[in-house]
């Protein structure tokens, strides 16, 4: 597949890595000649210095026979136009475009993306995005990192594993027999900074970072099982009132099972807009870090806080500032994926990074076969990929012991019609089956592989 690539920052270059690594004819095209030189040098890409939007620029970045064009600058016009002159001047068949403004997503002004106004196939947008994945994490407080599959039918859930978790020092295989019924398998799991998909053999060590797949109406016995408390948020401190915390303060306030939240907002313009907006929230014009408006929060009574202003220091220190005043659940937006290492020190429980949600909602809509939701781990370390299998892909009709996956390649999930069923080696995979499968980086190829149509499909 060729593909371009507009935007070479952080989202572009995340794309480009990994549609590189799976031998895709990538052209990154960026204004920044450092940003290509950067692609082009550490990845195995093309690379076009000039603004996106150029026809001149595109037709250099080969756009003539071009698969597909992903605009990811960080203008939503530039992306917006490149979108209109890949298709009226180039017709390349499929245009994803990032946008930011929430004005362009509004559902009252959805026919603008049609193909004759502005052809945009998919919009994908990062505040949404990340808002939706702020209200994952608050739905697990326990885990790390959570995301849902098989439409809610089943949930990773990323939890550090202690000294309280009941299976440690336990061979994996011998969850069957513990937990007969329980329906979770461990997909994945980080040991000393490596990521790895476990044998059956393996065991669990304290320090370990386990990534589960569980069915929907077994992660409360999950979280038991590997030592997690399971307590609802019934009262959540948004710090930062922007296009994040409104949406997921909009979120909350609509949701039968009521939740109490304040948002605490430093921008007097944008606290005003965010109270207005909002029906049953109470909205505080105040620094997030300051530990008397914190108080009149009510901090240390809060289930939980979400720190999701757009700058990470300010995140980072308002999650501990509110740990230290009693708040139990710290949850903070990261950009930089450097800070990371900084959230175990820091005693911050769980974080957002927007990059990595951007990035597997747009890697969602490249891949082959019938792909339905993919989600990035870590650094773009591994993917959990849920799939339609189709009667051509190689693994139909087979049992899922006699499939040859790659060994950085786990089932986590099956649907079959409406029910989520039990994982085992004599599962026997069919056509119209709905799969979810944990894949490290350099096996997503081989599972594109096994889960794509061949050409007599057709």
């Given at each position: 597949?060729?593909v371009?690539?507009?935007g070479?920052?952080?989202?572009?270059?995340?794309?480009?890595?990994?549609?590189a690594s799976e031998r895709?004819?990538v052209?990154v095209v960026?204004?920044?000649?450092?940003?290509?030189?950067?692609?082009?040098d550490?990845?195995d890409v093309?690379g076009v210095?000039?603004?996106?939007?150029?026809?001149?620029?595109?037709?250099r970045?080969?756009?003539r026979?071009?698969?597909?064009?992903i605009?990811?600058?960080?203008?939503?016009e530039?992306n917006?136009?490149?979108?209109?002159v890949a298709?009226?001047?180039?017709?390349?068949?499929r245009?994803?475009?990032r946008l930011?403004?929430?004005?362009?997503l509004?559902?009252?002004y959805?026919?603008?993306y049609?193909?004759?106004?502005?052809?945009?196939d998919?919009?994908?947008?990062?505040?949404?995005e990340?808002?939706?994945?702020?209200?994952?994490?608050?739905s697990?407080p326990a885990?790390?990192d959570t995301e849902?599959f098989?439409e809610?039918?089943?949930?990773l859930?990323?939890?550090?594993?202690?000294?309280?978790c009941?299976?440690v020092?336990?061979?994996?295989?011998q969850?069957?027999d513990?937990?007969?019924?329980?329906?979770a398998?461990?997909?994945?799991v980080?040991?000393?900074g490596?990521?790895?998909?476990?044998?059956?053999e393996?065991?669990?060590?304290?320090?370990?970072s386990?990534?589960?797949?569980?069915h929907?109406d077994d992660?409360?016995r999950?979280?038991?099982?590997?030592g997690?408390p399971n307590h609802k948020q019934e009262?959540?401190?948004?710090i930062g009132g922007g296009?994040?915390?409104?949406?997921?303060?909009?979120e909350l306030e609509?949701?039968?099972?009521r939740v109490?939240?304040k948002v605490?907002?430093?921008n007097?313009k944008?606290?005003?807009h965010?109270a207005?907006?909002?029906e049953k929230?109470?909205v505080?014009h105040?620094?997030g870090?300051d530990?008397?408006?914190l108080?009149?929060?009510?901090i240390?009574?809060?289930?939980?806080v979400?720190?999701?202003?757009?700058?990470?220091k300010t995140?980072?220190?308002?999650?501990?500032?509110?740990?230290a005043?009693?708040c139990?659940?710290a949850?903070?937006l990261i950009?930089?994926?450097?800070?990371?290492?900084?959230m175990?020190p820091l005693?911050?429980d769980?974080?957002?990074?927007p990059?990595a949600?951007t990035v597997?909602?747009i890697?969602?809509?490249?891949?082959?076969?019938?792909?339905?939701a993919?989600?990035?781990?870590?650094d773009?370390?591994?993917?959990?990929?849920?799939?339609?299998v189709?009667?051509t892909s190689?693994?139909?009709?087979?049992?899922?012991r006699?499939?040859?996956?790659?060994e950085?390649?786990?089932?986590?999930a099956?649907?079959k019609?409406?029910?989520v069923?039990?994982?085992?080696g004599?599962l026997?995979?069919?056509?119209?089956?709905?799969?979810?499968?944990?894949?490290l980086?350099?096996?997503?190829?081989?599972?594109e592989?096994?889960?794509?149509?061949?050409?007599?499909?057709?």
């Amino acid at each position: 597949m060729k593909v371009i690539i507009c935007g070479a920052g952080q989202v572009g270059w995340q794309i480009a890595r990994h549609l590189a690594s799976e031998r895709n004819d990538v052209t990154v095209v960026d204004n920044n000649a450092d940003l290509v030189r950067r692609a082009t040098d550490s990845l195995d890409v093309q690379g076009v210095a000039g603004f996106a939007s150029y026809p001149d620029v595109l037709e250099r970045a080969g756009a003539r026979d071009a698969d597909m064009i992903i605009a990811a600058t960080y203008s939503d016009e530039v992306n917006m136009v490149t979108c209109q002159v890949a298709h009226s001047v180039f017709s390349i068949p499929r245009k994803i475009a990032r946008l930011r403004s929430q004005s362009y997503l509004r559902a009252i002004y959805s026919d603008l993306y049609r193909r004759d106004h502005v052809p945009i196939d998919v919009v994908i947008s990062p505040e949404r995005e990340v808002a939706a994945a702020a209200l994952q994490r608050l739905s697990a407080p326990a885990a790390f990192d959570t995301e849902r599959f098989l439409e809610g039918g089943a949930q990773l859930l990323g939890l550090v594993i202690d000294e309280n978790c009941p299976i440690v020092n336990t061979p994996l295989r011998q969850l069957t027999d513990l937990f007969s019924t329980l329906r979770a398998v461990v997909v994945g799991v980080r040991r000393d900074g490596t990521l790895f998909a476990p044998e059956p053999e393996d065991q669990l060590f304290e320090g370990d970072s386990a990534y589960i797949m569980s069915h929907a109406d077994d992660v409360g016995r999950t979280l038991e099982i590997f030592g997690k408390p399971n307590h609802k948020q019934e009262r959540v401190v948004l710090i930062g009132g922007g296009n994040v915390g409104l949406m997921v303060a909009r979120e909350l306030e609509s949701r039968a099972e009521r939740v109490r939240a304040k948002v605490i907002e430093k921008n007097r313009k944008c606290a005003e807009h965010a109270a207005e907006a909002l029906e049953k929230t109470i909205v505080l014009h105040g620094d997030g870090l300051d530990a008397a408006l914190l108080a009149e929060a009510n901090i240390d009574r809060a289930d939980a806080v979400l720190c999701v202003t757009d700058d990470d220091k300010t995140n980072m220190l308002a999650a501990v500032r509110a740990k230290a005043e009693g708040c139990p659940m710290a949850i903070a937006l990261i950009n930089d994926p450097t800070l990371v290492p900084l959230m175990d020190p820091l005693g911050v429980d769980a974080y957002i990074n927007p990059r990595a949600t951007t990035v597997s909602s747009i890697l969602r809509h490249i891949r082959h076969g019938r792909v339905r939701a993919v989600y990035s781990i870590g650094d773009a370390e591994a993917e959990v990929i849920e799939a339609e299998v189709l009667s051509t892909s190689p693994i139909a009709g087979q049992r899922v012991r006699d499939i040859q996956f790659p060994e950085g390649v786990l089932v986590g999930a099956v649907r079959k019609g409406e029910k989520v069923v039990k994982i085992s080696g004599d599962l026997r995979i069919e056509e119209g089956d709905i799969i979810v499968i944990f894949a490290l980086s350099e096996d997503v190829a081989e599972v594109e592989r096994l889960l794509q149509v061949s050409i007599d499909f057709f």
